[in-house]
């Protein structure tokens, strides 16, 4: 049968259409989105060829916030409506947060634990301060690709938990964007630094950003990336080596620790421009103008800034330590140590490193744009630009999910550098009798104790049907996906009485908030709402169509009867028929009952393509 | 899991059902069985294949995981064998392991007070390393036999070997905290 085809102007539906997918680097100082355009992969400019979006954004009364430099250079006069390093935030509770920080904004008192600043434009949430970002990202892409997106991979630090990943995803869904996979800062690097420089064997990628560190150990074998281990601390970069030299700057001058907060982000400000400068010479001036008006006017030495932030790189140290030991290597069998992020400029951080895993660090590579130039390598993987690549991530999970039992002690179920996805499975069981309901609390950490590690969620198992202590059987399923994102699912054997969650952690949004938001956002309100949810199912089913169409040409005629074709040829037409419709909703249904007459078909081949894959033949080679 | 392709994960990688195993076999046929199941295959896929790249994904990367290691592998081979595993119940009678467990426990609560704790610690790592490595050699002579009473013992050794690779991790977390105090 002769396929209908459909095309709207400036469209096309030809098969294996170059798909527009781009990697973004959300980082705390800056961010990043790049592109893969005729097998080169790009960083994307804006139109006064900025490469790099700093990553401030500033809140102002009834206008739309401004994201980037301009936001950056009104920070000292307008501290706290405008939001710096806002992923230092990502994720995380209000209590994770009162401790003591250099830098502080006023937080609204609110009865979510998600944290909210308070702006004249009102609260913003964290996520909402990166979907800002992450917006003026996809409409520089779209600008300079010409066109809408298919998806885009986003980066996230290796050590980044369960909650500051939904938040990122969250994020990206507030910015309208389509996340085709989160995928681990290091990882990423790796692939860009990989791929450039042909490597094979054992690498160390050390990155040291404005807020994050990770450290991670991969095997590069023939396009294979696979992640040995990982080890980091989300919430340790160049921002705190701003932070002590700014505090040593204060001292100096006799600044009081009261200052007012627009005095402190020109002491950060300073702070960065000084730890910059000892980059290349060896001292440097310092003039600083206090409250009063008078001057203070001094030097700093490089040897001197080396003492203040000595301890922090020893705190990048340890992971290096425990990273090694996870991937059960020495330094000896390391090939090469890759230095990321713009604070392995530091030259007192490159010396510590080389020093401890005795060879020179690699610093060949832009330690600012590796990133997203290896997630847009990914993403145009991930979007099928290229059928018949053979690169394939590995990663793991950087810190290990349990359940709280008895006595405030973690149970691990999924240990850390673990590769995923990775389910696994435990069985809990009442403690007395005639109990019908059971808590969980789901937990992230390697500590014993639940109190030291990340409360991910809390739910509860109910209708246990009544039983004496111990008879019930209570089977927990984690499952972490290639996103490293958990989901949980609690059975009663006996009874087959299940609930299952995604883990919405408890730092994290409710669903209904991130839809209100949605609702809320300037730049929605003026969108027709109607009119994107009909081009965004319209998108989904043209998806569908080809990805089907494809398959149906290569092997349709081997996996299917003439009546199972027929069936399937019917739902099709009928899709592509609601497709040239106006109501998303019955897109929707056609897209559904498409692919439910299609699943025996899926598995039909995929099974085959597994059995393959295990005897080393291809099922066409049996064939006359 | 509709996962009807094999019946234990030794054939999902082509290799026979036995203890020693080509390492360089398994980690190919782990890759090329990646490269079709992977996630990032069907990231633009339908639902179902997504849940199914999902499922086979898992459950490779959990065969492997048990394959890899010498003593999940010894499990699962004694399970595909038939035998039960109560941890909690059974006990281990074995007087001389059990004193042995003793004084390398001593020895490891007392690190911190050496003159040399880093000495001390590795020193209590390659001991528990070498009886392992003896304990490997044993159970693999055990499991190539088809006496059940043989198993039996092999089980036995499975256990002990839990015992000494948790003494293994936690002398490596107190040497991670040695060196980083």
Redesign the interface.
């Known amino acids: 049968m002769a396929l209908l085809q459909i095309s709207e102007p400036g469209q096309t539906t030809a098969p294996h259409q170059h798909?527009l997918a781009v990697g973004i680097d959300l980082g705390t100082t800056n961010s990043l989105v790049a592109t893969v355009r005729s097998g080169q992969a790009d960083v994307l400019a804006d139109e006064s060829g900025n490469r790099i979006l700093p990553s401030v954004v500033r809140y102002q009364k009834e206008i739309a916030p401004q994201v980037g430099q301009v936001a950056k250079d009104a920070a000292p006069t307008d501290p706290m409506n405008t939001i710096m390093s806002v992923k230092r935030y990502l994720g995380r509770g209000l209590d994770d947060i009162k401790k003591k920080e250099f830098i502080s904004y006023n937080f609204s008192k609110t009865d979510s634990v998600v944290p909210r600043f308070h702006t004249v434009a009102g609260e913003v949430s964290p996520v909402e301060v990166s979907a800002d970002i992450l917006k003026v990202l996809r409409k520089r892409a779209e600008a300079s690709l010409g066109g809408e997106l298919?998806?885009a991979v986003i980066t996230v630090p290796a050590y980044f938990d369960d909650a500051q990943r939904q938040a990122t995803k969250d994020a990206a869904r507030l910015a309208g964007i389509n996340v085709?996979?989160l995928l681990n800062e290091p990882t990423a690097a790796a692939v860009a630094y990989g791929l450039d420089k042909k490597a094979e064997g054992v690498i160390v990628i050390y990155d040291l950003g404005g807020g994050t560190f990770d450290v991670s150990i991969l095997r590069l074998?023939k396009g294979?990336f696979e992640v040995m281990a990982t080890a980091g601390d989300s919430a340790l970069g160049g921002d705190d080596m701003d932070a002590v030299i700014a505090g040593w700057l204060m001292q100096q001058a006799g600044i009081d620790i009261e200052s007012d907060q627009a005095q402190m982000r020109r002491l950060m400000h300073e702070a960065r421009r000084l730890k910059e400068a000892l980059t290349d010479s060896d001292c440097v001036d310092i003039s600083i103008e206090r409250m009063d008006g008078s001057v203070w006017q001094g030097e700093l030495k490089r040897d001197q800034m080396n003492e203040l932030i000595d301890a922090l790189i020893r705190k990048t140290i340890?992971p290096c330590?425990?990273a090694l030991?996870d991937a059960g290597i020495t330094t000896d069998d390391i090939k090469d140590v890759v230095m990321v992020g713009g604070s392995t400029r530091v030259p007192r951080v490159r010396e510590k490193v080389e020093e401890f895993f005795g060879k020179p660090a690699l610093v060949n590579i832009d330690p600012d744009e590796v990133v997203a130039v290896g997630a847009a390598i990914?993403a145009d993987?991930?979007?099928?630009n290229k059928p018949d690549d053979?690169m394939?991530?590995?990663d793991v999970i950087p810190l290990s999910l349990g359940l709280e039992t008895m006595g405030g002690l973690v149970e691990k179920l999924i240990h850390r550098n673990?590769?995923?996805?990775?389910?696994r499975a435990q069985e809990f069981t009442t403690y007395k009798d005639g109990q019908t309901a059971m808590s969980l609390l789901v937990v992230q950490g390697e500590r014993e104790m639940v109190q030291d590690c990340r409360s991910l969620a809390r739910f509860s198992l109910h209708d246990i049907p009544p039983m004496v202590a111990g008879a019930a059987r209570i089977r927990v399923t984690f499952?972490v996906?290639?996103d490293g994102l958990l989901s949980v699912e609690a059975e009663e054997l006996t009874s087959g009485v299940r609930n299952s969650i995604e883990v919405k952690p408890s730092y994290g949004l409710e669903d209904g908030e991130v839809e209100q938001m949605l609702r809320d956002s300037i730049d929605h309100a003026t969108d027709d709402m109607e009119a994107r949810r009909l081009r965004e199912q319209q998108v989904e089913a043209e998806?569908?169509i080809e990805?089907l169409q494809a398959a149906l040409e290569k092997d349709g005629d081997r996996y299917l009867s003439n009546e199972e074709r027929e069936k399937i040829d019917q739902a099709l037409s009928g899709l592509q028929q609601a497709q040239q419709g106006e109501d998303p909703q019955s897109i929707k249904t056609a897209v559904k009952i498409l692919?439910k007459t299609?699943?025996a078909y899926?598995?039909k081949r995929?099974?085959s393509?597994?059995?393959?894959?295990?005897?080393?033949h291809k099922v066409t080679d049996f064939e006359p | 899991m509709?996962f009807?392709?094999?019946s234990d994960y030794f054939s999902?990688f082509?290799l026979p059902v036995s203890y020693s195993i080509d390492g360089e076999v398994l980690t190919q046929?782990y890759?090329?069985?990646?490269?079709?199941?992977?996630?990032?295959r069907f990231?633009?896929?339908?639902?179902?294949?997504r849940r199914?790249?999902?499922q086979?994904?898992?459950y490779l990367?959990?065969a492997?995981?048990v394959l890899k290691d010498p003593l999940t592998r010894a499990r699962y081979l004694l399970e595909l064998k038939g035998i039960k595993w109560d941890d909690e119940q059974s006990t281990l009678s074995d007087p001389v392991f059990l004193m042995q467990q003793m004084e390398l426990r001593e020895s490891l609560s007392e690190v911190r007070e050496q003159s040399d704790p880093f000495a001390a610690v590795a020193d209590i790592i390659a001991k528990v390393t070498a009886i392992i490595r003896s304990n490997t050699l044993e159970l693999e002579a055990l499991l190539q036999s088809d006496n059940q009473d043989d198993w039996m013992v092999a089980k036995n050794q499975v256990r002990k070997m839990q015992f000494l690779n948790k003494m293994i991790s936690e002398a490596?977390a107190l040497e991670?905290e040695l060196?980083?105090s």
Request: aromatic share 2%; with cysteine.
């Open positions: 798909k298919t998806g085709l996979r074998n294979v340890s330590r425990r030991r990914q993987v991930l979007a099928g053979e394939l991530l590995l673990t590769t995923i996805p990775v389910a499952q996906d290639a998806r569908v990805a692919e299609c699943d899926v598995e995929m099974n393509s597994i059995q393959e894959a295990m005897s080393g | 509709s009807d392709l094999s999902l082509g046929k890759r090329e069985l990646q490269q079709v199941v992977h996630p990032d990231a633009n896929a339908s639902e179902k294949e199914l790249s999902l086979y994904t898992t990367n959990e492997i995981r490596e991670a060196e980083d």
